[in-house]
């Protein structure tokens, strides 16, 4: 597709308001799914597709299209139907004379050997046990190739790339029922989706469904927890960053509270889309605006939320560039890239000798968060005692629950080695690929176990 700047010139002149755009879309996806051993036929599709968003201060109107073709008649029936007349101020572009815009590239890959892996491994490993009751593996990939020009002066294209390969394992023993997730993700899938990476992720999940299926009752009490940088960042991701999105900040209980301390001093937090080979990585927002850094805590100071362009004029701000959109049949929300914490100077081994006693935890799923107070409840999938300043056996049945915002003030330790859970697909009103990050951390939560 060759585009002329005089022509993008006259479309976006052909319609009035503050802030116009015009967005383009192409995807491909593909997904095997088996279950219980079984394979399903692979999903394949592509989509070809636009939109057209004209906006101000009171009014916004959008309009999805099915191709991308007759791009003028598509403007004018945008302006007919809602009654939109023509710009009165009009734009000049400052970009280059001539614009080539790449197709997208085709998926490729070894279906055959993915499949043939995964069956051999299924047999070896879940078909064999005895509790492992139902699972399911698959593999998703999308590829999603956009072109956004607005009234911005911003003309961009980019690609994004995601996979999940996905192990969901269910297991049952004595009227006792439980599950795992375990997942391998990012952007550079064809390095880790191998027969050594399956096994190993069966392999992983199994041993974690048998310490849970050997473990001790859990503590119960407010007490002192390590938070593995094994467990995703999750619990920060859903109890505390959403409150830093300027979208949600009429209900958030970091509202004005810019420059204000809010948590401890040894915590700074950062959202960073240009980490390459995390889940949340992008080159370019949806509003054509390049990744940046945003420092959102800074030694326990609120620096900044989170901003797209439309939070951005609200606040009378510069955007951080956090547009994004699950597709074309969406305006851009404000939404995490790679959000995380930074690390310390801990080690792990001397903060569990610091504590002395009580639970340190691996892993956790399932969770109930209220983002409006930040107070939480997380199921912990994998934790142990902390006993004597040393880590021993396996727990069964416990729940965290505290409040992200006191969660942050009472972080005591943080450590040298912060990890990326990088297979994460945050919800809020879209599903938008992101990666949540933290290092091993040492804070008070109440544990609750099974009475």
């Known amino acids: 597709m ?8 006259n479309y976006l002149n052909t319609f009035s308001w503050d802030y116009r755009e015009i967005f383009f879309e192409k995807s491909k996806s593909f997904r095997i799914l088996c279950l219980n051993g079984q394979f399903r036929t692979p999903v394949y599709s592509t989509l070809e597709w636009m939109n057209i968003l004209s906006r101000t201060q009171d009014k916004e109107y959008f309009k999805v299209f099915s191709d991308t073709e007759s791009i003028l008649q598509k403007i004018n029936t945008f302006i007919q139907e809602f009654s939109i007349d023509e710009s009165s101020e009009k734009i000049i572009l400052k970009w280059e004379e001539e614009l080539f815009l790449e197709s997208l590239e085709q998926i490729s890959f070894d279906v055959e050997s993915i499949i043939s892996s995964t069956q051999q491994m299924y047999d070896i490993y879940i078909k064999s046990s005895p509790y492992i009751v139902s699972s399911e593996i ?42 795992i997730y375990e997942k391998i993700t990012g952007t550079d899938i064809w390095e880790k989706i191998n027969k050594e990476s399956i096994e190993k992720l069966i392999k992983n999940a199994i041993e974690v469904l048998e310490k849970q299926l050997n473990g001790i009752p859990s503590p119960n009490g407010k007490m002192d927890v390590i938070i593995s940088n094994e467990s995703w960042g999750t619990i920060i991701h859903e109890a505390v960053w959403h409150g830093l999105e300027a979208d949600l900040q009429n209900s958030s209980v970091y509202k004005w509270k810019i420059g204000q301390k809010v948590a401890s001093d040894k915590v700074t937090i950062v959202d960073n889309p240009t980490h390459r080979y995390e889940r949340g990585f992008y080159q370019v927002d949806h509003e054509g605006n390049i990744a940046q850094n945003t420092v959102l805590i ?24 956090h547009g ?17 914490m930074l690390p310390g100077n801990d080690k792990k081994e001397e903060l569990v000798k610091k504590i002395s006693h009580w639970l340190y935890v691996s892993r956790m799923w399932w969770w109930q968060v209220n983002t409006i107070t930040g107070d939480f409840v997380f199921k912990v999938q994998n934790g142990f005692l902390i006993e004597n300043g040393e880590i021993t ?47 091993t951390f040492w804070t008070k939560l109440k544990v609750s176990g099974l009475q």
């Open 324 to 340: 994004r959109r699950e597709s074309y049949k969406y305006k851009t929300l404000v939404r995490m890239g790679n959000t995380y």
């Open 138 to 179: 698959s593999l998703n990939i999308s590829k999603k190739s956009f072109i956004v020009w607005n009234t911005k002066w911003k003309f961009a294209k980019d690609i994004n790339f995601y996979y999940t390969f996905f192990v969901k394992l269910v297991w049952e023993k004595e009227e006792n029922r439980e599950e």
């Open 393 to 439: 056996q396996n727990v069964t049945g416990a729940t965290l629950s505290g409040n992200g915002p006191e969660m942050l003030q009472e972080i005591y330790g943080i450590c040298d080695d912060l990890e990326f859970f990088d297979g994460g697909t945050c919800g809020k009103w879209q599903s938008m690929p992101v990666s949540d990050g933290v290092p």
């Open 298 to 321: 800074e030694n326990g100071i609120l620096k900044s939320y989170l901003h797209n362009s439309k939070t951005a004029q609200k606040f009378q701000v510069s955007s951080t560039w």
């Open 2 to 9: 060759h585009i002329k700047k005089q022509d993008i010139q």
